[in-house]
């Protein structure tokens, strides 16, 4: 089932961020809803799957982990200009846009998103549904991605880098899970990795959280409705235990 479910990552992403291809001027007010319900599920899996099984492998260390989690992900945010946030942070009078560093970090940031999807959980419905709130959070991610590309090197560039990003976190999932049947020794090492991503994914789920809505970052409706929606997703795949 992992090869159904990296090969339908591979492709929600790649059919996610071909949107700006064909589409132009995508609406800001539906891509914030759609932020804040991506946001909001992969906080959700976050907190009732990867924490569950951080915690129960390593115990109290796990917090440890997961805060540097945290801080990795700051980090690797000055490097990205939020773009993993569905947000560049780039202001509109720059002329210069430091594409190759963007584009750098933010293939970090799906290689390091990638590893727990390869990894074994003692929860049977944790895999799947990590796969579930990586994709959803992979559709904004490429559509910014691809919108980027397009305006600093147009199309026919856009479409190859997409490709290849769109390879990144499944590619890292499956070497993840070649390693960890291989040498023993990895288990180790992805009990520690499972909260240092969690950490992360909380950055970027309450990131999105703050960012995606007015500028004063109030709640609308149809936002929190978004936000109920992906919670309660997040919530069904307990169902599957």
Request: proline share 4%; net charge neutral.
């Amino acid at each position: 089932m992992q090869l159904v479910y990296t090969l339908l990552l591979f492709v929600i992403t790649f059919a996610g961020g071909s949107i700006p291809l064909w589409v132009k001027g995508l609406d800001d007010k539906r891509m914030n809803y759609l932020l804040a319900f991506s946001g909001s599920f992969l906080l959700g899996i976050t907190f009732l799957h990867l924490l569950p099984e951080a915690f129960s492998n390593i115990g109290a260390r796990a917090g440890f982990y997961l805060l540097i989690g945290f801080f990795i992900q700051l980090l690797i945010q000055r490097i990205t200009h939020g773009i993993e946030h569905g947000h560049a942070h780039i202001h509109p009078h720059e002329h210069h846009i430091p594409l190759l560093s963007i584009l750098l970090g933010i293939s970090i940031h799906a290689f390091m998103e990638g590893l727990p999807l390869g990894f074994n959980y003692s929860m049977k419905a944790t895999q799947p549904s990590l796969y579930l709130a990586v994709a959803a959070h992979k559709l904004p991610e490429a559509m910014l991605v691809t919108s980027l590309v397009i305006s600093t090197k147009g199309k026919q560039s856009a479409i190859w880098i997409l490709l290849l990003f769109s390879c990144i976190t499944p590619v890292a999932g499956i070497l993840a899970n070649t390693l960890g049947n291989s040498y023993p020794g990895m288990a180790s090492a992805s009990a520690i990795l499972v909260p240092i991503v969690a950490g992360a994914f909380i950055h970027i789920a309450t990131t999105i959280f703050y960012e995606s809505g007015t500028k004063q970052h109030t709640l609308s409706t149809q936002k929190i409705l978004a936000i109920l929606i992906g919670v309660s997703l997040a919530f069904i795949t307990l169902i599957f235990e």
